[in-house]
């Protein structure tokens, strides 16, 4: 059983405060959505949560230990964080990609066990990339380079999965693939943690849905309560006669 | 291994190329003075051998493999195909440190002025490069960047000059600053050698960063990988392997450009990976290429070498800002 919990966390960029006293406890299980409009600070509550970010105020723990007190592999191990920016600066190989993920594992100088190889490999069916394993990177869709991406940040098995924005600029069909792949992680007992933009799908996907709105944990709850009627409207400024509906788009 | 098979091929065409540098010349040497050079037999031809050749080639090597390495490894850190220690002005920071020492009269009261300065001066060179274009520098960013850390090293060696001393002292400067092996003795290569292998070996501690690197800053982060000490290392590496090469070699430049970017598709362009055949082929090209500098040299007219990778690089990396462009516009 693996806890992250926010206690009162604020963060600012000089006189800009991006998140104020946020306080969450998020459990293993669950699949946790991030809405809000732009800017309203889902990232930065996605990088406080990966430790990448040092809160201004308050604090975040896993499982009771400060992660800012973790070793840096050490919180690797456990946290994989995935960045909304899917690129790849060199042509590198799919598996060499997914590969990365095992970094916070190996020895210095050691090469791939076949424990590393077993887990990506593991991931690499999981994301449904494993006919992608010899491709180069620069040579796949956006839906594709979207899938294994996440079959990296799998591949460290992680009790805590983190991922800014995975959905977007996918086409409906790599969209549910994508929360389907995210399900079925938190299904197995990860946390899973998701900021997204389209609602249908995290009402849809979402065990519990944080609403933020200008930095503020505006609402935190399962979808049915968190993306009601008045909510969608006071934050996104967008009308959803009786709420969102879970999106009815089903995979074939 | 990884690519032990490319690794081999450079390591025996190196092999290769070191005993063609070792006999061929204006001196023709045999196999028996090579030997007698062992031996330290004191006769014309041994000697030639041992106080001429071996120190030369093994220099060539020294120099090659610390510029091939730091290129790969530039490249992997900024993300650039384009970064090299002569393009991003860390040769010319090295240039200016050595040069300091010359002028100075530092070399004639501590033996190790010269080196020692070259480095803390691509130090300095390779830190500011950092300060200005930040670790995740865009193309341009990398590029003017380095045009101005270069700018500046550039100009205060010219100030240098312009007030050396006298003819021969400029002279001096200006002709060790064109970049060659002529001067190599047993000498340089005992100054050079600690400092450019200490800085090899730095590198080669960059690999697993610079691989999770290929996914961006925020990526490595979350990996476990920190970025400062990645940055210190690729600080001291260069610093290290660069400067030991510009301190007895001056600056020879492009060689970090070409090798890596035309070994990168045998490593499945894989950062960590290229850094080896990176070193070995710099050191591979250096070699080859002094040797067709002593070749091509005619009595009283000697080709440097500097000057020949610049010939050869130059409108390689013209290709190369052109093809970088095509590939993200």
Known sequence: ???????????????????????????????????????????????????????????????????????????????????????????????????????????????????DEAAIKEALDRAGVSHLSDRRFDTLSSGERARVLIARSLSTQADVLLLDEPTAALDPKHQLAVMEILKAEADRGRLVIVAAHALELVARYADRVVVLQDGVIREDGPPATSLSEAVVRDVFGVTAPGGVVPTRLELL | MTHWKLNAGLALGLVGFIALALFAGDTRLEVDHFLGALSGDESLGPLVMRELRMPRVLLGVLVGAGLGASGAVLQGFFRNPLADPGVVGVSASAGLGAVVALYFGLSERFAFAVPVSAVFGAAIGVG??????????????????????????????????????????????????????????????????????????????????????????????????????????????????????????????????????????????????????????????????????????????PLYLGVLTALLGAPFFLWLVRATQRRAP
């Not at chain 1, 406080?48 to 400060?66: H, K, N, R, T």
């Not at chain 2, 490069?129 to 003017?144: H, K, M």
């Not at chain 2, 000498?187 to 070996?201: D, K, Y």
Request: proline share 5%; hydrophobic share 50%; net charge positive.
């Open chain 1, 1 to 115: 059983m693996t806890q992250l919990n926010l206690q009162r966390v604020g963060l600012r960029y000089g006189d800009a405060a991006a998140l104020i006293d946020a306080s969450a406890c998020f459990e293993s299980g669950q699949l946790v959505a991030l809405v809000g409009p732009n800017g309203a600070g889902k990232s930065t509550l996605l990088g406080v949560c990966a430790g990448l970010a040092d809160p201004s105020d308050g604090i975040v723990c896993l499982d009771d230990a400060p992660i800012g007190s973790l070793k840096f592999a050490a919180r690797a191990r456990r946290i994989s964080y995935l960045p909304p920016d899917g690129r790849s600066a060199w042509a590198l190989k799919v598996h060499t990609i997914v590969a990365l993920g095992r970094v916070p594992h190996l020895k210095p100088l050691r090469r791939l066990s076949a424990r």
């Open chain 2, 128 to 301: 500011l490069l950092l300060t200005l274009a930040g670790a995740r520098a865009s193309a341009t960013t990398l590029i003017l960047a380095g045009v101005a850390v270069g700018a500046v090293a550039t100009a205060l060696t010219g100030l240098l000059m312009n007030m050396a001393p006298n003819p021969w002292a400029l002279s001096e400067i200006a002709y060790w600053l064109m970049g060659s092996l002529n001067d190599a003795s047993w000498n340089e290569v005992r100054f050079a050698s600690p400092l450019i292998v200490a800085g090899v070996a730095l590198l080669f501690l960059t690999a697993r960063g610079l691989d999770a690197l290929s996914l961006g800053e925020e990526t490595a982060r979350s990996l476990g990988v920190e970025i400062g000490v990645l940055r210190i290392l690729v600080i001291g590496g260069t610093a290290m392997a660069v400067g030991g090469g510009v301190a007895v070699s001056g600056a020879i430049g492009f060689v970090g450009l070409v090798v890596p970017h035309l070994l990168r598709p045998f490593v499945e362009h894989q950062p960590a990976a290229l850094i080896l055949p990176s070193a070995l082929g710099g050191a591979l090209l250096i070699v080859g290429a002094d040797m067709a500098t002593r070749l091509i040299s005619g009595p009283g007219m």
